[in-house]
């Protein structure tokens, strides 16, 4: 899989560390344990759409807000974490 990073052009995913669903809001480390629970061990694994967070780390070091089909993975959009919209 080739991912389009906004700063580098298309390179391949090894250069790239998943971390997860982008748009996961962390819980205040005063929340309750059941809501610490849900955000490191409740996840949607959609088949579809999905936007992701990835770490350019052997490249721009750049975080990347990629929108990819879990089917095919063909990628829809890729951009810059700062950049892109803080929707889940």
Request: charged share 20%; hydrophobic share 35%; net charge positive.
């Given at each position: 899989?080739?991912?389009?990073?906004?700063?580098?052009?298309?390179r391949?995913?090894e250069?790239?560390?998943?971390?997860?669903?982008?748009?996961?809001?962390?819980?205040?480390?005063?929340?309750?344990?059941?809501?610490?629970h849900?955000?490191?061990?409740e996840?949607?694994?959609?088949?579809?759409?999905?936007?992701?967070l990835?770490?350019?780390?052997?490249?721009?070091?750049?975080w990347?807000?990629?929108?990819?089909d879990?089917?095919?993975?063909?990628i829809?959009?890729?951009?810059?974490?700062?950049?892109?919209?803080?929707?889940?």
């Open positions: 899989m080739r991912i389009p990073c906004p700063l580098c052009g298309a391949g995913n250069e790239f560390t998943y971390l997860g669903p982008a748009g996961v809001a962390r819980p205040a480390p005063e929340a309750p344990d059941d809501a610490w849900a955000y490191l061990h996840r949607v694994n959609p088949a579809g759409q999905h936007r992701e990835w770490w350019h780390g052997q490249g721009c070091r750049a990347i807000v990629v929108t990819r879990t089917r095919t993975h063909r829809e959009a890729a951009t810059l974490a700062r950049d892109a919209e803080a929707r889940p």
